[in-house]
């Protein structure tokens, strides 16, 4: 298939804005870019048959057995985008956040369809992967702040960064909200923006940790029991857009070792309970609108990248129909 350096690039850029979202993972912007099954992959390609890969075939060799083609200009656009774009994500989610959960609801909400239109039959048991991931979706942010009683500060970086990266990887499953809820959003943030070497050095090994591990968990399950983990996935999709609904109330929180504000639990309002109770406008025609726009841009992107994606192989669909 013949590669879009910018496309990838772009979509890269999205990834690394949507990370950097609470509520909000850039596995969803792969997904929807039709580029989520050759990304994990991908990742997975990173291991000792690399080395093999280049005894053999040389330099070329090892950069067809990575995919750097589609490989570099994506992460090229997550790194520009986290040391940019989303310093712009993060502005407006501090100034409009109202405007900002509604463009992701509406993105996330329709994200939802298009792991429903995956070539792959609904079968009844598929039931139980759903659920589960829309228990999981639920149950995982109330479990992070387990990870800041590790005590070693270096630790708990390490094991953070392997947790948040393999949420990253995981449509519907923000990295960025589990990091909030673990009382590190901001410690990694403020390290991102201060280059502070030590923080993104243990942070950043963690990541390549959780990497290596999950993207191989999620390749075993794409290959062999792909349905199903489609269907998990979208428990996680649906499962998350609680998360993002635009007009909700704070109702539990706790504070995290360096005062962070750590949320807990959420009441979920209508727009007219909303501007009643904190005496803000609830932006109605705005959230809606972008709501709307979002949703768009997940149907327009998933045509274009299904026009681009090759059929599926025939040993693929044959593991999806054994299942």
């Not at 390749?219 to 999709?237: D, E, M, Y």
Request: with cysteine; aromatic share 10%.
């Amino acid at each position: 298939m013949k590669r879009q350096p910018v496309r990838l690039l772009l979509t890269g850029a999205g990834m690394g804005a949507a990370d950097a979202v609470p509520g909000v993972s850039g596995g969803t912007i792969a997904f929807i870019s039709g580029i989520y099954e050759e990304l994990i992959l991908t990742i997975k390609q990173f291991g000792p048959s690399a080395f093999g890969a280049w005894r053999h075939g040389g330099l070329r060799g090892l950069s067809q057995h990575l995919n750097l083609a589609f490989l570099v200009p994506l992460l090229a656009g997550i790194v520009i985008s986290v040391f940019s774009v989303a310093h712009l994500a993060l502005w407006l989610m501090e100034e409009h956040p109202l405007l900002l959960d509604g463009f992701f609801f509406g993105l996330v909400a329709a994200s939802a369809l298009v792991v429903s239109d995956s070539r792959t039959r609904f079968k009844w048991r598929y039931l139980f992967p759903l659920g589960a991931g829309l228990l999981l979706a639920q149950w995982l942010p109330g479990l992070m702040p387990l990870v800041s009683t590790l005590g070693n500060e270096s630790l708990i970086l390490v094991v953070a960064g392997s947790i948040a990266i393999s949420a990253m990887l995981l449509p519907g499953v923000s990295g960025s909200f589990l990091l909030l809820t673990m009382g590190l959003y901001s410690t990694v943030m403020e390290a991102v923006r201060g280059f502070d070497m030590t923080t993104i050095l243990l942070f950043g090994s963690g990541c390549l940790i959780g990497l290596a591990l999950f993207s191989r968990v999620l390749s075993w399950l794409l290959r062999r029991h792909r349905g199903s983990t489609l269907q998990l996935l979208l428990g996680f999709i649906v499962g998350s857009l609680p998360v993002i609904w635009p007009w909700r109330e704070l109702v539990r929180y706790q504070l995290g070792s360096d005062g962070e504000m750590i949320p807990l639990d959420y009441r979920y309002l209508l727009p007219g309970d909303y501007a009643q109770l904190t005496g803000e406008p609830a932006q109605l025609i705005g959230v809606i609108a972008l709501m709307a726009f979002g949703a768009l841009l997940v149907v327009m992107l998933h045509r274009r990248g299904l026009r681009r994606t090759p059929p599926t192989s025939p040993q693929t669909a044959s593991a999806a129909e054994k299942e």
